[in-house]
């Protein structure tokens, strides 16, 4: 569509936005991070030899603290890396898949028509509108704030880039893990960090939608970075996906979120679980069903399963939990899920797809070194398998 405001409008499905450029040449001139440059022959020989020092130093260190057993894990791994390189190496040598080439080349041409529009100062942005509702007034209003306010939003949102680097360069071992080199100011962190969307939030407070800025950086961790900015109190903070929820504060009544009124299902399931055997009665007398879900909800008994309760397992049990209810997302029975947690924690053969040398070595170091923490989860997944079978359970 094309919106009064916001001009040319794509919705999108996957992310329940709709999707489009603005004009906004400072966000748009850091919109994406430049290419590094090719290593020299030295610097190429350095992280060679780097990497090579760091393993061998791990396997030192390792080897003193398990013994020589270590040393056929390491094989068995070095072996499987030369497998999977010298598979990687015939790929490379194989024709070209023309459906991959085809991908990569559409692939290619959205990164060109990216690149173009960055160029003219048009950055991406993405307004939230779940199930295809167009933007509400206050999102314009902060749209509208932000054109004339680009500058401060801009020099708000470096601020905050700064601070969380400073915060990542402060932390000892992430400085370690992430390689994080020093700087003295955020100009010095040009070539560090692009800032690559705008998201314009539903919730919206004072008037004005939030803005999130979506921040590609050296230093983030696996949830990402982000940098809220909020029109109506003109102050901007960093966060990850993990803390975005916090900062999206809404005082639009009809935007809360609708109050939680638990269904039978849920009371039944917390009644079971609290042992309040006269509450879970009159439920089920009332037509509560355990295994009745809704929307996205996942089994109980699936949940106790993969939780390792026994008693919470027994108690579902009792009160009629299928066993061979799925959980929709892994697309397995309880005993199924309780059998691979059985494998994959050593406890078991595994199926030979699921082998791997390096991972078994270390499971079989960590059992020596915690021995009666891993007697006591075998001891719960068995005695959890056993209950499921009893109750006909099937994988």
Known sequence: MT??????????????????????????????????????????????TDINTTLNNMKEMMRQKFGDKMGAVFEQWEKEASELEAKAEEEADADPDPKEAERERKRAERQRKHAERLAKGKFPIRVAGPEGAEPTPKQ????????EHEQEVFDAVL?????SFQNAYGQEYWRQIASVKPAANVAELKDRFAITQLNISREARGGFAHLTFLIDSEWQDEHGLMVVYSPDTRSANWTSYDGLFDLLESDDPEDAPEEYVPSPHDELVDAVLAGEDEKARELIAAGADINELGPDEYPP???????????????????????????????TTPLKHAKKMYRDMGFGPKKKKEEDAFM???????????????????ERLETIIKMLKDAGGTT
């Open 140 to 147: 314009e209003a902060a749209f509208r704030f932000l054109i």
């Open 301 to 331: 008994l699936w949940i106790a399963v993969d939780q390792m309760e026994v008693e919470e397992v027994r108690q579902l049990l009792a009160y009629g939990a299928d066993p061979n209810l799925r959980d929709d997302d892994e697309k």
């Open 360 to 378: 078994d070595g270390i499971l079989s170091m960590m059992k020596e070194t915690v021995g009666k923490q891993f007697d006591d989860i075998k």
């Open 159 to 163: 601020a905050e880039v700064w601070d």
């Open 3 to 48: 919106h009064d405001t916001f001009g040319k409008l794509k919705y999108k499905d996957s992310d329940e936005s709709w999707a489009g450029y603005a004009r906004l040449p400072l966000f748009a001139a850091r919109g994406a991070r430049p290419e590094p440059p090719p290593m020299t022959e030295e610097e190429a020989e350095k992280m060679v």
